[in-house]
């Protein structure tokens, strides 16, 4: 009884919360609530149109007797396009019903065995909250623990990016004009500040990973100095970028920092850097989320610190920094086969690398030696392009990147008021790759990765 009155309340609120369109039905257009509409063609799914309950009592509302005919002929499809607008209606107004309900008669979906809406398939409720907009993601976290762990879920991600709504938001770490205290801000497609991270648990670290993996970010590693004494870090910390949270994750087998980290193929490698006593390291150790679990694989041929990691097409690429084997800086690429769990090695890589992005198929780098040209690295023939940077701001400007939309964007690595982010369109025609962009974060850029949810 209290699951069909919450249900008769949780609909009603819908079918009274939106105006009229036009529909097409045997020819003809009628003008009619979409939410009616949209809760007919739902119920009628669920097989409940031919009871007295809620669709006689919209039907009565109304004032209108539709045909049985068309609930008849009716099969269920579990076709994207098909309910994509009722369900993203749906979605729209679940967060604001349910806070509409009183207690009395909120559904009780934090039982185990309860679907994830009552009244409906499990497979249409969990498009019903796909669709709901990314900003709603930690409210929606808060209704139940059916919701929460569906959110959090790798399906949830599957199920946006079936139904192409998936956000795309960067994630930047900016610090203040004195450069001491640092913080994680999130900007939208057009450089709206959507929110600002909670802190990162534990002591404040340098010289630690970041990487995307399963819509969330993971930050790994690096260092803290206490009375002067340099501390290596195995912790591994996961934000939630859904629910807005931090949470722990199984420590590093091995302590490190300034080290090169990527996902390929849903695991992350942690390659090489610095360790517990300040010696470099050649270990590397890689995490599969399935398991929450590290573990170390076959080494590097060298030691090497200071580089960094990216994969391309399941392979693992680790290049720049340095290495105990070469005098300065390291030209050596080291590439590792997953399916082979082999190494084997190259000498066209980059060195000295302050920053670096993979779009496609290609790896933008830029060098420390030279911040006025892009290096762009393909590695079907492991050639590399140079392209000039066009000058703005300050001709001592360091750049971080970030990608939005298969652009490159180039954040400043120092707040300089007359400098205006560049982005690079590697689809552009020739001569126009280079525009300005207005997404610009509130500090110096750190770190910057995109994750889309």
Same mark, same amino acid.
């Given at each position: ?24 039905? !045997? ?23 031919g ?17 049985k005919?068309?609930?008849? @002929? ?8 098909k309910?994509?607008?009722l ?5 729209? $107004? ?29 497979? $249409? ?15 929606? @976290? ?6 929460? %762990? ?43 500040? !959507? ?29 803290s100095? #206490?009375?002067?004494? $340099? ?12 629910? !807005? ?34 010696d %470099? ?42 290495s ?8 050596? $690429? ?14 066209? @890589? ?32 492991? %050639? ?23 652009? #490159?964007l ?9 400098y ?7 689809s ?14 509130? @500090? ?10």
């Amino acid at each position: 009884m209290m699951v069909t009155v919450g249900l008769t309340i949780f609909f009603t609120f819908v079918y009274e919360s939106i105006g009229d369109y036009h529909i097409q039905e !045997n020819g003809c257009f009628r003008r009619l609530k979409p939410g009616y509409m949209a809760l007919l063609d739902i119920w009628e799914m669920c097989g409940r149109l031919g009871t007295s309950g809620l669709g006689n009592s919209l039907r009565e509302r109304r004032g209108r007797n539709f045909s049985k005919s068309r609930a008849r @002929g009716m099969e269920f499809e579990f076709d994207w396009t098909k309910h994509r607008i009722l369900m993203a209606f749906t979605a729209e $107004v679940i967060r604001s019903a349910t806070c509409f309900m009183p207690w009395s008669c909120k559904i009780p979906i934090d039982e185990y065995d309860s679907p994830i809406l009552p009244g409906l398939p499990d497979d $249409v409720a969990m498009f019903c909250l796909a669709l709901v907009p990314r900003s709603n993601f930690p409210a929606m @976290g808060g209704v139940c623990k059916k919701w929460r %762990s569906f959110i959090q879920s790798k399906e949830f991600i599957t199920v946006r990016k079936l139904a192409g709504v998936r956000e795309e938001w960067l994630y930047i770490l900016t610090v203040d004009a004195e450069a001491k205290k640092s913080h994680w801000e999130v900007l939208d497609s057009v450089g709206h500040k !959507n929110r600002t991270l909670p802190a990162m648990p534990g002591p404040a670290k340098s010289g630690f990973g970041v990487v995307v993996l399963n819509g969330k970010l993971l930050v790994m590693g690096g260092y803290s100095v #206490l009375n002067d004494v $340099v501390f290596a870090s195995p912790d591994v910390y996961q934000h939630d970028s859904c629910l !807005n949270s931090w949470s722990k994750l199984a420590d590093m087998n091995v302590a490190r920092y300034d080290f090169a980290c990527a996902e390929v193929n849903g695991l992350v490698y942690a390659v090489g850097g610095y360790g517990m006593d300040g010696d %470099s390291l050649s270990s590397v150790e890689v995490y599969d989320p399935n398991k929450n679990k590290w573990d170390l694989i076959e080494s590097l041929r060298r030691p090497r610190w200071g580089c960094f990691a990216c994969g391309f097409e399941g392979k693992l690429y680790v290049m720049g920094g340095r290495s105990s084997f070469t005098i300065g800086n390291s030209k050596f $690429v080291d590439v590792y086969n997953p399916e082979r769990h082999t190494w084997c090695e190259m000498k066209k @890589g980059c060195v000295m690398v302050t920053s670096h992005a993979v779009i496609g198929k290609r790896l933008f780098c830029m060098e420390w030696k030279n911040q006025r040209k892009l290096a762009i690295f393909n590695p079907v023939d492991n %050639s590399w392009k140079m392209v000039q940077v066009p000058l703005t701001g300050s001709t001592s400007i360091g750049f971080r990147f970030g990608i939005l939309d298969g652009k #490159l964007l180039l954040f400043s690595l120092q707040k300089e008021p007359s400098y205006r982010t560049l982005l690079y369109d590697p689809s552009a025609a020739p001569g126009s790759e280079w525009q300005t962009s207005q997404i610009k974060p509130s @500090g110096s850029c750190l770190y910057c990765v995109t994750i889309k949810a």
